[in-house]
């Protein structure tokens, strides 16, 4: 496909711009070099197996235009403050990741009512798995730049509501803004790196977001701490709706100033849809974002996932009419998904590229993401905390140094792996290894994560897991975008990111669903009679249960309650993560330094273009013998990568 919107032959005006930035010397050179480009882009446009094919001109999407057409004016300096900004962002979201979560005690105590914060934490988990594919959509129609500054004011938006809200409800609506605004830059630093990165080099630049989590972990308290001595939660909520912006500034401009560039130098097209009428442009836009299959998903994942925890809550369970309904419509809403996502004439740019499944290496990598994050929320989260200082006896801050370990241990084997692969030029054999080492955690989390291990036998369990789910995360998505050409590398990434958090989501559900059955239960049939009373405050409240003495009768019937129950979700996640190596070893074992995906490394032709543009403004002398020496140098030198 074409960029330039010329043919060959001895006329070039169709490149001339009203400044006229180029003579037609060079016109005929650039058009030379960027058909060799395109002509290359296109050869290696298959991977290795031939799954790989180059998108119509027609079928490209305007952002992945804007894009393709950025990378034409990408420098190495550019591409330095783009992912300077890229960790800024990510070091703020993670810091105040852990700031706000030692704030949200005081913030809701603060309320008179707390009832609907367990179901708010539900549908936020629904929000995180929803919001990836639709705002992929957004990068790839409208372009990056609109796209990061949608989920900047979503962003905004709801720590503004949080710090302003004055009842539980409004604190609640608010969350669901905030978990949609910080999913969104998620998925989209991530469709950046893949835009801006080769395969080789972009498992390490995957990790760049985590890498902040390192330091944050252990910042975040003391920050939260301060704030409440000196100032109010509100204030710890609302100070990052500044701070978030002025980190994303960098990344920002440059997207915007490169795109002007590309703008001046006639390698974005106009937008056609610009010149119709406003019922075209809605009907387009529509269409572009596929509306019906964001609701279809939106309603089949909600609809099915709320009503687990609902009817764990319910006085009546599963014989609520309700509950079952919405199940049922969930259902329906999920059977329907996949007919309309396959439809050209209902869904001609679908929300969910499915076609991609028809890729063993994508179905696989979807599967293993799902299974992987859904045995988490059976063995470390949510409930870990809860065990640690219960029936470990941990104090708060152990507790707290415990749980983080997982991803403590987790970022650093990812950053390994990123390393490996890159010299290794392979993926698949982590991604095994991780598969293997995480079931082998999970069996020891059965065995040696009981009443009476060890502080130490206990860290070296989440140290295992940790490290197993590192190797795990980044190789998969790595091979999943290997699976994809540059038109639906964002819709891939966030098919595999969807996975996961629907993975997470199920995880969350069902371990909510048999805690919030399994305690209550076991607490009646273990507790001694003189305290039977107090079975429902003993289950409702951490602090009741922590008031007992350990080696009391009551304590220790509480700590068989909830070894016993933890058990059972070790149990299930056990079996959740049995597909895992079979698994990884359906996923293509991928050359990845003959597979290219990447569209935004620094051109090898930016110095024509730039002297082209310098001598139109009067600031350059170079004859057009010394601009053909140029070209070939640069085609002599090959194409630049950022390594």
């Given at each position: 496909?074409?960029?330039?919107?010329?043919?060959?032959?001895?006329?070039?005006?169709?490149?001339?711009?009203?400044?006229?930035?180029?003579?037609?010397?060079?016109?005929?050179?650039?058009?030379?070099?960027?058909?060799e480009?395109?002509?290359?882009?296109e050869?290696?446009?298959?991977?290795?197996?031939?799954?790989?094919?180059?998108?119509?001109?027609?079928?490209v999407?305007?952002?992945?235009?804007?894009?393709?057409?950025?990378?034409?004016?990408?420098?190495?300096?550019?591409?330095?403050?783009?992912?300077?900004?890229?960790?800024?962002?990510?070091?703020?979201?993670s810091l105040?990741?852990?700031?706000?979560?030692?704030?949200?005690?005081?913030?809701?105590?603060?309320?008179?009512?707390?009832?609907?914060?367990?179901?708010?934490?539900?549908?936020?988990?629904?929000?995180?798995?929803?919001?990836?594919?639709?705002?992929?959509?957004?990068?790839?129609?409208?372009?990056r730049?609109?796209?990061f500054?949608?989920?900047?004011?979503?962003y905004?938006?709801?720590?503004?509501?949080?710090?302003?809200?004055?009842?539980?409800?409004t604190?609640?609506?608010?969350?669901?803004?905030y978990?949609?605004?910080?999913?969104?830059?998620?998925?989209?630093q991530?469709?950046?790196?893949?835009?801006?990165?080769?395969?080789?080099?972009?498992?390490?630049?995957?990790?760049?977001?985590?890498?902040?989590?390192?330091?944050?972990?252990?910042?975040?308290?003391?920050?939260?701490?301060?704030?409440?001595?000196?100032?109010?939660w509100?204030?710890?909520?609302?100070?990052?709706?500044?701070?978030?912006?002025?980190?994303?500034?960098?990344?920002?401009?440059?997207?915007?100033?490169?795109?002007?560039?590309?703008?001046?130098l006639?390698l974005?097209?106009?937008?056609?849809?610009?010149?119709?009428?406003?019922?075209?442009?809605?009907?387009?836009?529509?269409?572009?974002?596929?509306?019906?299959?964001?609701?279809?998903?939106?309603?089949?994942?909600?609809?099915?996932?709320?009503?687990?925890?609902?009817?764990?809550?319910?006085?009546?369970?599963?014989?609520?009419?309700?509950?079952?309904?919405?199940?049922?419509?969930?259902?329906?809403?999920?059977?329907?998904?996949?007919?309309?996502?396959t439809?050209?004439?209902?869904?001609?740019?679908?929300?969910?590229?499915?076609?991609?499944?028809?890729?063993?290496?994508?179905l696989?990598?979807?599967?293993?993401?799902?299974?992987?994050f859904?045995?988490?929320?059976?063995?470390?989260?949510?409930?870990?905390?809860?065990?640690?200082?219960?029936?470990?006896?941990?104090?708060?801050?152990?507790?707290?140094r415990?749980?983080?370990?997982?991803?403590?241990?987790?970022?650093i084997?990812?950053?390994?792996?990123?390393?490996?692969?890159?010299?290794?030029?392979?993926?698949?054999?982590?991604?095994?290894?991780?598969?293997?080492?995480?079931?082998?955690?999970?069996?020891?989390?059965?065995?040696?994560?009981?009443?009476?291990?060890?502080?130490?036998q206990?860290?070296?369990?989440?140290?295992?897991?940790?490290?197993?789910?590192?190797?795990?995360?980044?190789?998969?998505?790595?091979?999943?975008?290997?699976?994809?050409?540059?038109?639906?590398?964002?819709?891939?990434?966030?098919?595999?990111?969807?996975?996961l958090?629907?993975?997470?989501?199920?995880?969350?559900?069902i371990?909510?669903?048999?805690?919030?059955?399994?305690?209550?239960?076991?607490?009646?049939?273990?507790?001694?009679?003189?305290?039977?009373?107090?079975?429902?405050?003993?289950?409702?409240?951490?602090t009741?249960?922590?008031?007992?003495?350990?080696?009391?009768?009551?304590?220790?019937?509480?700590?068989?309650?909830?070894?016993e129950?933890m058990?059972?979700?070790?149990?299930?996640?056990?079996?959740?993560?049995?597909?895992?190596?079979?698994?990884?070893?359906?996923?293509k074992?991928?050359?990845?330094?003959?597979?290219?995906?990447?569209?935004?490394?620094?051109?090898r032709?930016?110095?024509l273009?730039?002297?082209?543009?310098s001598?139109?403004?009067?600031?350059?002398?170079?004859?057009?013998?010394?601009?053909?020496?140029?070209?070939?140098?640069?085609?002599?030198?090959?194409?630049?990568?950022?390594?």
């Amino acid at each position: 496909m074409s960029f330039l919107n010329v043919k060959p032959g001895p006329s070039y005006g169709a490149l001339d711009t009203d400044e006229q930035i180029m003579d037609r010397e060079d016109q005929r050179l650039l058009y030379s070099a960027f058909a060799e480009e395109e002509q290359e882009q296109e050869d290696h446009g298959y991977d290795t197996d031939g799954n790989l094919s180059v998108p119509e001109e027609d079928e490209v999407q305007e952002g992945v235009r804007k894009i393709e057409a950025i990378s034409r004016t990408w420098t190495q300096r550019a591409l330095v403050v783009a992912y300077l900004s890229i960790f800024l962002m990510a070091f703020c979201t993670s810091l105040e990741g852990q700031t706000v979560s030692s704030l949200s005690a005081y913030a809701t105590s603060s309320f008179s009512k707390h009832s609907l914060i367990s179901t708010v934490l539900v549908v936020q988990n629904v929000v995180n798995a929803v919001i990836k594919p639709p705002m992929a959509k957004v990068a790839d129609v409208f372009g990056r730049f609109e796209a990061f500054c949608v989920s900047i004011i979503i962003y905004i938006l709801g720590y503004i509501q949080m710090a302003a809200s004055t009842n539980v409800q409004t604190y609640a609506s608010a969350q669901i803004f905030y978990s949609a605004g910080s999913t969104g830059l998620q998925i989209l630093q991530q469709v950046f790196i893949a835009d801006s990165s080769d395969l080789l080099n972009r498992a390490m630049f995957a990790l760049l977001p985590e890498l902040p989590f390192l330091g944050t972990v252990w910042i975040g308290p003391m920050i939260a701490d301060a704030v409440l001595r000196h100032s109010s939660w509100r204030w710890g909520y609302g100070m990052w709706a500044i701070i978030l912006p002025a980190a994303f500034l960098p990344l920002g401009l440059t997207l915007l100033l490169n795109q002007r560039k590309a703008r001046r130098l006639n390698l974005i097209k106009p937008r056609q849809w610009k010149r119709s009428s406003w019922l075209d442009t809605l009907r387009n836009t529509w269409y572009d974002l596929d509306m019906f299959g964001l609701i279809l998903l939106s309603s089949a994942v909600a609809l099915i996932l709320i009503p687990l925890t609902l009817a764990a809550n319910a006085k009546d369970g599963w014989k609520n009419n309700n509950i079952v309904a919405m199940i049922v419509v969930g259902i329906f809403c999920l059977i329907l998904l996949p007919g309309w996502e396959t439809s050209k004439k209902l869904a001609p740019k679908p929300l969910l590229s499915l076609h991609l499944l028809k890729q063993r290496t994508v179905l696989a990598g979807c599967g293993l993401a799902f299974f992987y994050f859904m045995a988490f929320y059976f063995s470390v989260q949510p409930y870990l905390y809860s065990y640690l200082q219960v029936v470990q006896n941990f104090d708060v801050s152990s507790a707290g140094r415990v749980t983080q370990t997982f991803a403590f241990t987790s970022t650093i084997a990812a950053f390994c792996a990123s390393i490996l692969i890159k010299y290794t030029r392979r993926y698949r054999p982590y991604v095994t290894a991780g598969c293997v080492i995480y079931i082998g955690g999970l069996l020891s989390m059965l065995l040696y994560r009981t009443e009476g291990s060890s502080p130490a036998q206990i860290l070296a369990t989440q140290i295992i897991v940790g490290t197993g789910g590192g190797l795990l995360n980044v190789p998969v998505q790595l091979g999943v975008q290997a699976s994809a050409n540059h038109q639906e590398v964002a819709a891939a990434t966030a098919m595999f990111l969807t996975s996961l958090e629907m993975g997470g989501a199920v995880g969350a559900a069902i371990s909510g669903a048999v805690w919030t059955h399994s305690i209550p239960k076991k607490l009646r049939l273990y507790l001694p009679p003189e305290s039977q009373k107090d079975a429902a405050e003993i289950y409702g409240k951490l602090t009741k249960a922590l008031s007992y003495p350990m080696g009391s009768p009551t304590r220790l019937a509480i700590n068989r309650a909830y070894q016993e129950t933890m058990n059972n979700l070790l149990g299930l996640a056990i079996i959740a993560v049995i597909p895992l190596i079979p698994l990884s070893l359906l996923m293509k074992n991928y050359n990845l330094d003959k597979v290219s995906n990447c569209m935004a490394a620094p051109s090898r032709h930016l110095p024509l273009i730039e002297e082209a543009e310098s001598r139109n403004e009067g600031k350059s002398d170079r004859s057009p013998s010394r601009t053909r020496a140029r070209a070939r140098s640069d085609s002599d030198r090959g194409h630049l990568r950022t390594e």
